[in-house]
């Protein structure tokens, strides 16, 4: 299967900095990527799809201005978390897409995921 | 927001035992449907992806079967092992691409 490689794996940040997690898609070229968020005990909720080359779509309740996507090549999207609150502190993961979204019957790949804890 | 949702949503069973679980979607604009297996410490990994009305797909001990006309989607393991432990997930991925609740599976040796 292709693979998907997310760093960093863990990071803690003191409150109010900023941090930016990355996603690669190593073998592939992923027009599509998604973040999620795992809060305790509970599944991934999308926060954002990106395609490549354009703006990235926020789920409802999802602060853009907060969670910065960017999706600037075929193998690559960040998600940096700005001015980063203890609320933040979460499990953030990545999926890849070969496919735009509306066609997705191909599968997704996925990171490794980032535990962040801000202090 | 597009509701997926798995049932049960933890389950324990003896090893050897077979065991089922269901994923839900709404059934109008259907494109596919994803199941992944999701263990401790690793990364979701894809157990079938399925667009067919009636489909049904096998991997090993694990199978499952669609009804897009009736909105779900079972997944099968026969006889299960300890390394069958995991968070299985399902997705029905449209423009958003939303994962159900997830079901945690613990077989017991």
Known sequence: GAVVSQHPSRVICKSGTSVKIECRSLD????????????????????????????????????KDKFLINHASLTLSTLTVTSAHPEDSSFYICSASKRRTGVMNTEAFFGQGTRLTVV | ILNVEQS?????????DSTNFTCSFPSSNFYALHWYRWETAKSPEALFVMTLNGDEKKKGRISATLNT?????????????????????????????????GTSLTVIP
Not at chain 1, 29 to 50: D, G, I
Not at chain 2, 77 to 98: M, R
């Open chain 2, 69 to 101: 006309k009736e909105g779900y989607s079972y997944l099968y393991i026969k006889g299960s092992q300890p390394e069958d432990s995991a968070t299985y997930l399902c997705a029905s991925p449209g423009n958003q691409f939303y994962f159900g609740t």
């Open chain 1, 28 to 63: 592939f070229q992923a027009t599509t990527m998604f973040w999620y968020r795992q809060f305790p005990k509970q599944s991934l909720m999308l926060m954002a799809t990106s395609n490549e080359g354009s703006k990235a779509t926020y789920e409802q309740g999802v602060e």
């Open chain 2, 8 to 16: 049960p949503q933890s389950l324990h069973v003896q090893e050897g």
